[in-house]
Antibody, heavy 120, light 105 residues
Framework: QVQLVESGGGVVQPGRSLKVSCAAS????????MHWVRQAPGKGLECVAV????????YYADSVKGRFTISRDNSKDTLYLQMDSLRAEDTAVYYC?????????????WGQGTTVTVSS | AIQLTQSPSSLSASVGDRVTITCRAS??????LAWYQQKPGKAPKLLIY???SLESGVPSRFSGSGSGTDFTLTISSLQPEDFATYYC???????FGPGTKVDIK
């Protein structure tokens, strides 16, 4: 079945780096744009990074620009988020999500989330 | 950057009630808007995409309307499983609204 599975979350000290991954299965990963969306404890949703189906176009929220890098490996059906210079305010559940086909405006498949905690 | 506001921020309703949630964009976004439902500890679930298209498998009591700056999510007859938080998201710069929590009256 269509599935996204995140991994790589954990506890990290402020200023350090962490890379989270999202493994896709059950669909043609290379045909879809992908998003990373985070949710801080008790807060709402924030889209932090977006990548086009072929990796040629990327978008970053101002809150992470210059610190986070989104990438994908279509040969491995995997999406990544490299997070550098982490701050306490980056503590959140990080979800990967698939954009609706044909550039529709919606995210129709979500992973279960991976928790990133930035703390000394 | 385009910002979204939602109203109300919370509401209390009874099973069978008709519920309407509004999302307003700070600039026109055509029909580039989605609605999601989220329950505690779970990932969001897509309900409506392209402002008014019902996602496959979502009950027909959910509907979306609007274009430009003003959008509406309507639940025609609230069911027990609909108590949750609802978010809108625009696809110009991908921001989400702050959410509307629907709880039991």
């Amino acid at each position: 079945q269509v599935q996204l599975v995140e991994s790589g979350g954990g506890v990290v000290q402020p200023g350090r780096s962490l890379k989270v991954s999202c493994a896709a299965s059950g669909f043609t990963f290379s045909s879809y744009g992908m998003h990373w969306v985070r949710q801080a404890p008790g807060k709402g949703l924030e889209c932090v990074a977006v990548i086009s189906y072929d990796g040629s176009n990327k978008y970053y929220a101002d809150s992470v620009k210059g610190r986070f890098t989104i990438s994908r490996d279509n040969s491995k059906d995997t999406l990544y988020l490299q997070m550098d210079s982490l701050r306490a305010e980056d503590t959140a559940v990080y979800y990967c999500a698939r954009r609706v086909a044909l550039a529709g405006t919606g995210l129709d498949v979500w992973g279960q989330g991976t928790t990133v905690t930035v703390s000394s | 950057a385009i910002q979204l506001t939602q109203s109300p921020s919370s509401l209390s309703a009874s099973v069978g009630d008709r519920v309407t949630i509004t999302c307003r964009a700070s600039q026109g976004i055509s029909s580039a808007l989605a609605w999601y439902q989220q329950k505690p500890g779970k990932a969001p679930k897509l309900l409506i995409y392209d402002a008014s298209s019902l996602e496959s498998g979502v009950p027909s009591r959910f509907s979306g309307s609007g274009s430009g700056t003003d959008f509406t999510l309507t639940i025609s007859s609230l069911q027990p499983e609909d108590f949750a938080t609802y978010y809108c998201q625009q696809f110009n710069n991908y921001s989400f609204g702050p959410g509307t929590k629907v709880d039991i009256k």
